[in-house]
């Protein structure tokens, strides 16, 4: 990271930039607070305004925040004042993940993807009474969103995932012979993003808190940690505030400093790679995912999956290829998003 990058940034955040005023913008949505088996859960729930919204739970990644899905939630539980139609509402709620943000604080361990999924389970249909929900996700959210469909398929309508994990599914042994001819642009997206993977994700397996150490009291450092990956797996031309603007990344730092939760939102890939591998399917019925299921493939992702291993492991319904985007959908294009959850939506009751 190129030292003058990170001074401007966190000379602005110190100095610049006004977190009250990003306070009163994350105030406007309504947001509540539930203990789940001792786990503290902060969420978003707007209603949708139409005749029969779906509700659905958005969970977010790292280093991302509930934050990231913001420009969605409009869009989403108000489709009229949006160009949409009215069928089209969504029930949204958008939990931070446990030790993330306003989920603190964790004092819980084992508290992996698969866990999240059963915690995420008992707020849609014990806490908020959903007999029925549906699911999306990127980065460690896509996970969570995979187990939801793979655990809990009668209560779940279907997942829309934009990382491509899928339980007993292993993307590091897929090869390039896996690859159709026309995905050949995967593979070697792969090849490039592999070593930008591993420089963050094999310190937060295997010595989360000793890096925690380090982040937790150096508000430069963990911006450094952070919002370096904000540049670096974005989809843009080299100027990420084309992307992001500074009060947004500002936003995003603020959110894990203020609340000290650098520490324990690195916990999750210890928790989930217990052993140095991802917890067993449930079931070893032929397809992990058996509710409908949605790809939305963004060209600059870190990991992408051939569509022959996606239509083995899962209910297939639906395959986008989009033009762009990297590894923040939601913030980075909201309406490719938007039209991706409603079409794929659209038909399931």
């Known amino acids: 990271m190129q030292q003058s ?3 401007d940034l966190t000379a602005y955040w110190a100095d610049g930039f006004d977190w ?3 306070e009163r913008q994350i105030n406007q949505l309504a947001q509540f607070m539930v203990e789940i088996d001792g786990i503290p859960i902060h969420f978003v729930h707007v209603k949708g305004k139409g005749p029969s919204p779906k509700p659905i739970i958005l969970s977010h990644g790292w280093p991302w925040t509930f934050w990231d899905w913001r420009k969605v939630i409009g869009p989403l539980t108000d489709p009229v004042a949006h160009g949409g139609k009215a069928e089209d509402a969504f029930d949204v709620i958008v939990p931070s993940l446990p030790g993330f943000g306003f989920s603190v604080p964790l004092q819980s361990t084992q508290v992996g993807a698969r866990r999240i999924a059963d915690l995420w389970h008992v707020l849609m249909t014990d806490v908020l009474g959903y007999r029925r929900y549906a699911a999306g996700g990127g980065d460690w959210g896509s996970t969570i969103t995979g187990e939801l469909g793979h655990g809990y398929p009668e209560q779940v309508i279907g997942v829309w995932l934009t990382l491509p994990n899928v339980p007993g599914v292993a993307l590091w042994q897929i090869s390039e012979k896996d690859f159709a001819p026309e995905e050949k642009w995967m593979w070697e997206r792969a090849l490039v993003a592999r070593p930008v993977i591993m420089s963050h994700s094999t310190v937060h397996r295997n010595e989360p808190q000793t890096i925690a150490y380090a982040l937790v009291d150096s508000p430069v450092g963990m911006a450094a940690w952070i919002l370096g990956r904000r ?13 992001f603007d500074r009060d947004f990344l500002c936003t995003t730092a603020s959110i894990y400093w203020l609340n000290r939760s650098i520490a324990t939102s690195m916990r999750i890939y210890h928790d989930h790679y217990v052993g140095g591998t991802p917890p067993a399917p449930r079931h070893n019925r032929p397809k992990a995912i058996e509710v409908p299921t949605a790809f939305s493939v963004f060209p600059k992702e870190l990991l992408l999956m051939p569509r022959a291993i996606a239509e083995r492991a899962t209910n297939l319904h639906r395959w986008t290829i989009q033009p762009k985007g990297g590894h923040y959908p939601p913030s980075e294009q909201p309406d490719l998003v938007v039209t991706d959850l409603r079409e794929f939506f659209r038909p399931l009751q």
Do not use: C, P, Y
């Open 5 to 7: 990058w990170l001074q």
């Open 20 to 22: 009250r005023a990003q």
């Open 231 to 243: 540049r670096d797996w974005g989809d843009h031309d080299g100027n990420i505030f084309k992307l």
